[in-house]
């Protein structure tokens, strides 16, 4: 795949939209035109044509083109086709004249169709083609009638793969654009919905949609996400991830700046919160931005249940992330530079289990945490009936084996189970990614420094989250800087009626707020994700400049 320019960036400025020029305009000559669009799609044997006759003394030639296996074969024998065998060279004398054009008369008076449009462009007329639509080519005019058929096989709205909960909506995204979009729109019944198309890829030309409410999200923010939307140059894109790291503002991090989900309810509560959500066509992900840390460890079930429930889980999820990327790395440190602080007892146990292993306790970590990502991988890749079974298996045996043969101790292999575990509590799994990288960064200080290591490395680790932007927004928001309005849903999840009275009256608020004045991520009246000046934001990378990690 071609992506042009290392900065993601075309470097003239000049938008994807503007470029590249058409190909030119259709020929008035029927018989050219088809045999133009044969050659172009290579004589593709999906290529149907449907030859007309309009009129009994049969004097204009219609045809209808259509790739099928894209469309709706009903659709289109029944409100074209049919539609174009119904007219009558009466009809063509009489009312054509008023309509000024025969192509006019067909399309305003004869297609039992709602979406359909006149198209004079032949790259147009040809992308409609191969997007599932059908076109409508008559003799004599330089013009297409493009009308929408899209169908063909989809997959339906299933419950969840990955974002499973307890209690809460069962459906989710699928394959398709306009299905995922109306999963949002039946929730949010709203005429402040925007809903913007742009195509991008110069050969996949996927088109995405980005969807925000008027007057909860920040204009800056629609505009910068436009902006990064239309300066992607890439040939194809096949998934939501693509997009993601062409427009995340650093690329060197282990730390999702953009989150995923796919869900419909995830993607309506971030809309009412002030967030752009992006829906890309063929994958069931969409992208939701900004995102901050806190946001990954929220659940769609958090409001689904009572709010002292909420806190018990959110306290568990965060107290997992902490297992996941100090656990092993606390077991190295106490057993390699730090025995005193292990009690008397438990510290003759452990040197009793370590008296026949020949390794040290790091050697152990990175064994037993290397071959437990490669048991999880496996099961990932594995047929769905036995990958399960094979994992949990395999890790049994595995760990049984290496313990008798004196290889590793049996508390790192509980340690290391227990970090495994953990990673499957946090509800984002590109965050679960992301501790699971870090943990092997904390391995490596603790087995060199000890605790020093560690404190060294939570240090480093701060330091960079806290320089991460996403869209503007500080990483660490609402923590970094600290609003506490925002608190609401971070560390703990407060009763739902003390985020209305909040909502309502911070509101009304902003109406009243002088025109011009800057509501910045620490402000206390600001609720929603509010993107800062591009001259104020002297911290954030330019997009088109190399990230330098």
Same mark, same amino acid.
């Not at 009129?55 to 209808?64: I, R």
């Not at 989150?259 to 009412?272: Q, T, Y």
């Not at 003759?348 to 990502?373: D, H, K, T, Y």
């Not at 609401?488 to 309502?504: E, G, I, N, Y």
């Given at each position: 795949?071609?992506?042009?320019?290392?900065?993601?960036?075309?470097?003239?400025?000049?938008?994807?939209?503007?470029?590249?020029?058409?190909?030119?305009?259709?020929?008035?000559?029927?018989?050219?035109?088809?045999?133009?669009?044969?050659?172009?799609?290579?004589?593709?044997?999906?290529?149907?044509? !449907?030859?007309?006759?309009?009129?009994?003394?049969?004097?204009?030639?219609?045809?209808?083109?259509?790739?099928?296996?894209?469309?709706?074969?009903?659709?289109?024998?029944?409100?074209?086709?049919?539609?174009?065998?119904?007219?009558?060279?009466?009809?063509?004398?009489?009312?054509?004249?008023?309509?000024?054009?025969?192509?006019?008369?067909?399309?305003?008076?004869?297609?039992?169709?709602?979406?359909?449009?006149?198209?004079?462009?032949?790259?147009?007329?040809?992308?409609?083609?191969?997007?599932?639509?059908?076109?409508?080519?008559?003799?004599?005019?330089?013009?297409?009638?493009?009308?929408?058929?899209?169908?063909?096989?989809?997959?339906?709205?299933?419950?969840?793969?990955?974002?499973?909960?307890?209690?809460?909506?069962?459906?989710?995204?699928?394959?398709?654009?306009?299905?995922?979009?109306?999963?949002?729109?039946?929730?949010?019944?709203?005429?402040?919905?925007?809903?913007?198309?742009?195509?991008?890829?110069?050969?996949?030309?996927?088109?995405?949609?980005?969807?925000?409410?008027?007057?909860?999200?920040?204009?800056?923010?629609?505009?910068?996400?436009?902006?990064?939307?239309?300066?992607?140059?890439?040939?194809?894109?096949?998934?939501?991830?693509?997009?993601?790291?062409?427009?995340?503002?650093?690329?060197?991090?282990?730390?999702?700046?953009?989150?995923?989900?796919?869900?419909?309810?995830?993607?309506?509560?971030?809309?009412?919160?002030?967030?752009?959500?992006?829906?890309?066509?063929?994958?069931?992900?969409?992208?939701?931005?900004?995102?901050?840390?806190?946001?990954?460890?929220?659940?769609?079930?958090?409001?689904?249940?009572?709010?002292?429930?909420?806190?018990?889980?959110?306290?568990?999820?965060?107290?997992?992330?902490?297992?996941?990327?100090?656990?092993?790395?606390?077991?190295?440190?106490?057993?390699?530079?730090?025995?005193?602080?292990?009690?008397?007892?438990?510290?003759?146990?452990?040197?009793?289990?370590?008296?026949?292993?020949?390794?040290?306790?790091?050697?152990?970590?990175?064994?037993?945490?290397?071959?437990?990502?490669?048991?999880?991988?496996?099961?990932? !890749?594995?047929?769905?009936?036995?990958?399960?079974?094979?994992?949990?298996?395999?890790?049994?045996?595995?760990?049984?084996?290496?313990?008798?043969?004196?290889?590793?101790?049996?508390?790192?292999?509980?340690?290391?189970?227990?970090?495994?575990?953990?990673?499957?509590?946090?509800?984002?799994?590109?965050?679960?990614?992301?501790?699971?990288?870090?943990?092997?960064?904390?391995?490596?200080?603790?087995?060199?420094?000890?605790?020093?290591?560690?404190?060294?490395?939570?240090?480093?680790?701060?330091?960079?989250?806290?320089?991460?932007?996403?869209?503007?927004?500080?990483?660490?928001?609402?923590?970094?800087?600290?609003?506490?309005?925002?608190?609401?849903?971070?560390?703990?999840?407060?009763?739902?009626?003390?985020?209305?009275?909040?909502?309502?009256?911070?509101?009304?608020?902003?109406?009243?707020?002088?025109?011009?004045?800057?509501?910045?991520?620490?402000?206390?009246?600001?609720?929603?994700?509010?993107?800062?000046?591009?001259?104020?934001?002297?911290?954030?990378?330019?997009?088109?400049?190399?990230?330098?990690?």
């Amino acid at each position: 795949m071609n992506i042009k320019g290392l900065n993601r960036r075309n470097k003239s400025g000049k938008s994807q939209q503007d470029s590249p020029p058409s190909l030119g305009r259709l020929s008035i000559i029927l018989t050219q035109t088809l045999e133009q669009i044969i050659n172009e799609l290579g004589d593709s044997p999906d290529l149907k044509i !449907r030859h007309l006759k309009v009129g009994e003394d049969s004097s204009v030639s219609v045809a209808a083109l259509y790739l099928s296996g894209l469309v709706q074969k009903e659709v289109v024998d029944e409100f074209i086709v049919g539609s174009l065998v119904g007219v009558t060279s009466e009809m063509i004398n009489e009312k054509v004249p008023a309509s000024g054009s025969l192509i006019e008369f067909i399309l305003n008076r004869t297609l039992e169709i709602g979406d359909a449009v006149i198209q004079e462009d032949w790259k147009e007329v040809l992308l409609a083609i191969l997007s599932g639509e059908t076109v409508i080519l008559i003799d004599g005019y330089a013009s297409a009638i493009v009308c929408g058929t899209q169908g063909g096989e989809t997959r339906s709205v299933t419950e969840p793969s990955s974002q499973l909960v307890v209690r809460g909506p069962k459906d989710s995204f699928v394959e398709s654009l306009a299905t995922n979009i109306s999963l949002i729109r039946r929730r949010l019944k709203t005429p402040n919905l925007r809903l913007e198309y742009m195509k991008i890829g110069e050969v996949s030309h996927t088109y995405v949609g980005m969807l925000f409410i008027k007057g909860i999200v920040d204009e800056k923010l629609v505009n910068e996400v436009r902006e990064r939307l239309n300066e992607i140059q890439i040939d194809a894109i096949l998934e939501s991830g693509y997009i993601e790291e062409l427009i995340q503002d650093k690329t060197f991090t282990p730390f999702p700046t953009i989150n995923n989900s796919e869900r419909p309810d995830v993607a309506a509560s971030n809309l009412l919160e002030g967030r752009v959500v992006l829906v890309i066509d063929g994958t069931p992900f969409i992208l939701i931005l900004p995102a901050v840390f806190t946001q990954f460890f929220q659940s769609s079930s958090d409001y689904a249940e009572r709010f002292d429930i909420s806190i018990l889980m959110l306290f568990i999820r965060y107290i997992s992330f902490i297992i996941l990327i100090l656990g092993p790395s606390i077991y190295i440190a106490l057993t390699t530079f730090h025995y005193e602080m292990i009690p008397t007892t438990l510290l003759i146990n452990l040197l009793s289990q370590r008296e026949n292993v020949p390794f040290p306790a790091f050697v152990e970590a990175i064994v037993m945490e290397g071959a437990f990502e490669i048991i999880r991988e496996a099961g990932v !890749r594995m047929p769905r009936a036995v990958g399960q079974t094979v994992s949990v298996v395999g890790a049994l045996i595995l760990g049984q084996a290496v313990v008798e043969a004196g290889i590793i101790t049996p508390v790192m292999v509980i340690v290391v189970a227990l970090t495994g575990i953990a990673s499957f509590a946090i509800p984002s799994y590109n965050m679960a990614i992301a501790g699971r990288l870090i943990r092997f960064a904390f391995l490596i200080f603790a087995g060199m420094f000890g605790f020093y290591g560690i404190t060294l490395g939570l240090i480093i680790l701060v330091a960079h989250m806290n320089s991460l932007r996403s869209f503007g927004i500080p990483y660490l928001s609402p923590i970094v800087p600290l609003s506490v309005k925002r608190q609401k849903d971070t560390f703990l999840r407060l009763p739902m009626w003390t985020h209305s009275v909040d909502q309502s009256s911070t509101q009304g608020k902003r109406r009243n707020s002088p025109e011009g004045e800057k509501i910045n991520a620490s402000h206390p009246e600001n609720l929603a994700p509010v993107i800062e000046d591009k001259a104020d934001d002297t911290g954030r990378q330019k997009k088109g400049a190399l990230d330098e990690g």
